[in-house]
């Protein structure tokens, strides 16, 4: 787009250059050297004013942070020097032929389409001057008017949706699934066939990828992933976002054991794993991980009753598994003669691989690790076959060795080992030094990203408990950065282009009338932007 935005620049001014001359000559009958001269004297300084102009507008663009910044600093750059190139050619090149080319013509000559647009033209141009007479006259009325139309300005710029990038259609989206805690492999496979079967029926549908095991949000049993990609645009009458909704709504009907979402992948690559808004919940004042996961459930539950603002809001992580918590009696394991390191040596022999040598095998160096077999560690109880050796002769028994000899006793590890079965997260997540929780989601049909975002804070400052807060992170991070320096870097543009008229024109009155066509542009802006949804 900057391309060819840059295109038109570079032979605006040239244009302005040969229609001033050609009308000097048709008006009042000069030669083209003479007729081009004048006109240069004519044009050259709003040549130069709007040269000064558009780069002053633009340049300030590049200073902005972020990617926002990225992408403008490219585009700005673009276009200032297209405006340079533009002015070089309409002040050096463009008089130049003008004087060569151009010859003296009837205007009377031409034929009727010519005749009757340039009737036409000279109609439209009488009449507008003679508007910009009467406004001229009558100013005081037409004042009151651009006042209201710049109030009108202001109401309807804060009422405009704010966004950062808006969604495209990139003909594919992701599925994440994840099953009840504990589940098996085995559930995990059966759910993700089910789905395949149901994506398929889709006739936009081309083809699905599965992935068992893993996902966006963790590794495990429990969990699996699959991309579903569509079928060319033109093969299709649906886009990406229609094609969402469909898939999630026969998803939600479909499969009943697990839960499923599909989403759509961000704008911009490495900017967050999906579009749509993404934040952390974080817990500030060290309530604890339980209080955190109630909030997480409070804000999941106000966000879903709010379908016209939000949609598909989820957390972006494993949900809390059961685990196994195993304590050490170190009084009883003391009064029983166990060493402490042996009994924690034994529990990671029982649990972990450890390595314990190499050896060589058909010339290759092949590493020893130790490790109960799985029957044997596949719940509490396997703790009872795993002894550990007493420094207490007489300590649950003792045996004779050959020649005698007094065998250490055997003591097995449930007699020092505690269990417990508890719920704990696979993951501790911290974000800016908080406990946190990720929650993902997008903004419904219809309504901007900044407008979810606006819903989110709301659910957050009123509806959740004193000590909850939270902070934004990819696409929406980038989206809050570039909001903030709008207003500054806009305000910018206006200074510097005010400064540069005021010193190309000598004047302080000169910039000040030109500026108050601001308010206009941006009120048709705005206008076209929400007349088009």
């Known amino acids: 787009f900057g391309m060819v935005l840059a295109i038109g620049i570079v032979v605006d001014d040239a244009i302005v250059v040969i229609e001033n001359v050609e009308r000097i000559m048709s008006e009042e009958k000069l030669s083209p050297v003479e007729a081009t001269i004048k006109a240069m004297g004519q044009i050259t300084g709003a040549v130069v004013a709007i040269t000064v102009v558009l780069a002053a507008v633009f340049v300030p663009s590049a200073l902005q942070a972020g990617t926002a910044g990225a992408i403008y600093k490219q585009f700005a750059i673009t276009i200032a020097m297209a405006m340079v190139f533009s002015a070089f050619l309409a002040l050096g090149f463009t008089p130049a032929l003008c004087a060569t080319i151009l010859k ?44 209201l139309i710049a109030i009108l300005c202001g109401w309807l710029f804060t009422r405009l949706p704010g966004s950062f990038l808006p969604e495209e259609d990139q003909g594919y989206a992701l599925a994440i699934v994840q099953l009840p805690p504990g589940a098996t492999g085995d559930r995990t496979n059966a759910v993700m066939d089910q789905l395949q079967g149901l994506a398929r029926k889709n006739p936009a549908v081309d083809g699905v990828v599965t992935v068992s095991g893993f996902s966006f949000v963790g590794s495990g049993e429990n969990v699996g992933m699959a991309f579903f990609r569509f079928k060319p645009w033109k093969d299709r009458s649906t886009n990406a976002s229609q094609l969402i909704q469909q898939l999630n709504g026969a998803i939600f009907m479909g499969i009943k054991d697990a839960q499923a979402f599909v989403v759509n992948l961000p704008t911009i690559n490495g900017l967050g794993q999906f579009g749509g808004f993404d934040l952390y919940l974080q817990d500030r004042a060290g309530a604890g991980h339980q209080a955190l996961l109630d909030a997480r459930n409070l804000l999941l539950g106000k966000a879903a009753q709010d379908t016209n603002t939000l949609t598909g809001v989820r957390p972006n992580g494993l949900e809390d598994t059961p685990q196994l918590a195993m304590t050490v009696d170190r009084v009883q394991a003391q009064s029983m003669g166990l060493s402490l390191s042996d009994v924690y040596t034994a529990i990671q022999l029982m649990l972990a691989p450890v390595y314990a040598n190499d050896f060589f095998f058909q010339g290759r160096v092949l590493r020893v690790n130790m490790q109960a077999d799985a029957p044997f560690r596949m719940g509490p109880d396997a703790l009872s076959h795993f002894y550990v050796p007493s420094s207490l002769p007489g300590a649950g028994g003792s045996a004779t060795g050959a020649g005698g000899a007094q065998l250490p006793a055997m003591i097995p590890l449930s007699n020092v080992v505690h269990t417990e079965w508890t719920m704990g997260s696979p993951s501790l997540v911290r974000y800016n030094g908080f406990s946190a929780v990720e929650i993902v989601g997008s903004q419904a049909p219809g309504k901007s990203s900044g407008e979810a975002m606006a819903a989110m804070q709301d659910i957050i400052t009123k509806d959740l408990p004193q000590g909850f807060g939270y902070d934004w992170t990819g696409q929406s991070l980038q989206e809050i950065i570039s909001g903030s320096q709008a207003p500054v870097l806009f305000g910018l543009s206006i200074l510097v282009v005010f400064l540069c008229l005021a010193a190309l024109y000598e004047s302080w009155s000169i910039p000040v009338s030109v500026l108050l066509v601001v308010p206009l542009g941006v009120t048709g802006a705005i206008l076209a932007t929400m007349a088009r949804g």
């Open 104 to 147: 003296p013509h009837d205007h009377e000559s031409r034929n009727f389409v010519f005749r009757w647009f340039n009737s036409a033209f000279n109609w439209v141009r009488k009449t507008y001057v003679g508007h910009i007479g009467s406004a001229v006259r009558n100013a005081p009325r037409w004042m009151i008017l651009f006042v």
